[in-house]
């Protein structure tokens, strides 16, 4: 049969590529279906003004796994990493606070504020490092299912048990990063306001959290500990975040992997409690023992399977996985790159900022949260902006300068009132923020595309435009992501898949979601 395939995978994110290439590498024949025209999911480099080029929705590299770079050879595939390790953290319009992977660097800014704080920040940073290399480890595993009674889930268990042994102390610290708030967490070692909204600031990236929310220290953690050669933790991609995509299809195609773009899928087929192909929106339909879902758990478990197939307690779990956002992104074509005011490049040691954060203590933090929890857009939102233009030109046409704002807090609902007669005062609010820290910025701007949640949830498929699929709390973490008991990458169909952010570890253009379901998959692949 010529639509007959060994696996299926729904949806071309980077997560699906990556399954993919592991899955075809291994000798299966393997397609992809990808609803939209363009493969990459939320790693997309688009057009969005004309010579303007923008990653669309992710925007530098910071999670992306050296082993799938490895396995995969993706740098042989054009991915080129560019730098972007100095963050400028403005503070008003005179004030800044520069953090850096450089220790040293980041322990005189915090000394500016807080002598002690200066002083304690390498104790800080070694103890976040070694609390943040368990879950490193973490990150590779297949969730456990700490109920299972089943010889093979207990073996499974007893051998994850015995890996991490010798955890010892970071045991605590782990209870300590999934329970606690990330301004007590941070508390415990800083005393200026100004220093612990510099790490955060990172805690309602993509979440809808506050500095305050309990399990939101966690998130920090989530951000900051990506590990990739040759860039330390963070970086700019050569053509935009599209170009990872581009690199991982590439690699898989040359072991056979297929990829069909527009064309969306409408319907996964069951029949006897196990998957036996999918049916297009167009019509056409596609056999199959395997079906890999990349798309959100709610897609694949509302929308695509029908209920019938389903257990009722499943249902009530995918129903129940959280998935509200309030993040927002602007993709700006300007005639020249955001200049704080605060800046100055022989105080600063730094070029031109290319990486800068507005959230300048706890209180703001807080309050931007506080304005989103009553319905309402952050009256002083929390901005990160990037110019990736600095440092790569293929992205605009000479001379000028692409910036992409993400921040929060933008309701994916807002309370007695419709975004159609809010989305240009929400702009407006944007802008002046901006401009008060970065003056004349909007006098700037040629041209702008702005994306709230509900807009990434029409392009990208994600529910409330939610960037990571889901909340990163502990309730919908390890084994309990998306639901308990299936979060092995497996669901209650034989044969039916997840490799998407959905599953562990959650968002962020890791691979490892895609990774991991591989293995799991080729396991049972060789039990057939």
Same mark, same amino acid.
């Given at each position: ?116 704080? *200066?002083? /304690? ?10 609390? &943040?290399?368990?879950? @490193? =480890?973490?990150? #590779? $595993? ?92 963070? *970086?700019? /991609? ?10 991982? &299809?590439?690699?898989? @195609? =040359?072991?056979? #992997? $297929? ?270």
């Amino acid at each position: 049969m010529p639509n007959s395939y060994d696996a299926i995978i729904i949806g071309a994110g980077h997560n699906g590529l990556v399954c993919g290439t592991y899955l075809a590498k291994a000798g299966l024949k393997i397609l992809v279906l990808e609803r939209r025209h363009i493969i990459g999911g939320a790693a997309v480099t688009e057009e969005f003004s004309p010579g303007f080029r923008a990653s669309i929705f992710s925007y530098v590299m910071s999670l992306l796994h050296p082993k799938v770079i490895r396995d995969l050879e993706l740098m042989k595939f054009g991915i080129k990493i560019l730098p972007a390790n100095d963050v400028f953290c403005t503070i008003g319009a005179d004030d800044y606070i520069i953090f850096s992977d450089d220790i040293k660097k980041t322990q005189e800014q915090f000394s500016r504020f807080s002598k002690k704080d *200066g002083a /304690i920040y390498p104790e800080f940073d070694a103890y976040i490092n070694e609390t &943040a290399n368990i879950v @490193r =480890r973490i990150l #590779l $595993e297949t969730p456990i299912d700490p109920t299972g009674h089943d010889y093979r889930t207990l073996k499974a268990n007893l051998k994850f048990l015995w890996r991490y042994r010798k955890i010892g102390k970071n045991f605590y610290r782990l209870v300590d990063l999934m329970t606690m708030s990330a301004d007590e967490y941070l508390s415990r070692w800083f005393e200026s306001s100004i220093n612990k909204a510099v790490l955060a600031y990172y805690c309602s990236i993509g979440t809808f959290a506050s500095p305050k929310t309990p399990g939101s220290a966690y998130v920090i953690m989530h951000h900051i500990m990506g590990e990739h050669e040759g860039a330390g933790g963070w *970086g700019f /991609i050569e053509g935009g975040m599209g170009k990872i995509s581009d690199a991982i &299809a590439e690699s898989g @195609r =040359r072991f056979g #992997l $297929e990829i069909k773009t527009n064309a969306e899928v409408k319907e996964v087929a069951v029949q006897n409690g196990r998957v036996t192909g999918l049916v297009t929106a167009e019509g056409e339909q596609f056999s199959a023992k395997t079906i890999i879902s990349n798309a959100s758990c709610k897609v694949l478990f509302q929308d695509l399977v029908g209920a019938e197939h389903l257990p009722a307690e499943f249902i009530s779990e995918i129903e129940s996985f959280r998935t509200f956002s309030t993040a927002f992104k602007l993709n700006i074509a300007a005639h020249e790159p955001p200049i704080p005011a605060a800046y100055d490049k022989h105080k600063c040691g730094i070029e031109l900022p290319n990486y800068m954060h507005i959230g300048p203590d706890i209180e703001y933090l807080e309050q931007a949260y506080e304005d989103a929890r009553n319905g309402w857009y952050s009256s002083k939102p929390f901005i990160t902006m990037v110019v990736p233009t600095s440092v790569d030109k293929t992205l605009a046409p000479p001379g000028k300068t692409v910036i992409n704002v993400f921040g929060g807090h933008a309701p994916y609902e807002l309370k007695n009132a419709s975004w159609d007669d809010e989305r240009e005062n929400f702009i407006k609010t944007v802008l002046s923020t901006i401009d008060e820290v970065m003056p004349k910025f909007s006098d700037q701007i040629i041209d702008m595309q702005v994306l709230l949640p509900a807009d990434i949830e029409r392009i990208i498929n994600s529910p409330h435009g939610h960037i990571f699929h889901g909340e990163l709390a502990l309730d919908q973490l390890f084994f309990q992501r998306p639901a308990s008991k299936y979060s092995d990458y497996r669901s209650p169909i034989t044969g039916l898949y997840q490799c998407g952010a959905s599953t562990h570890p959650g968002g962020g253009v890791s691979g490892i979601p895609g990774h991991n379901a591989a293995r799991e998959i080729l396991k049972d692949w060789k039990r057939m």
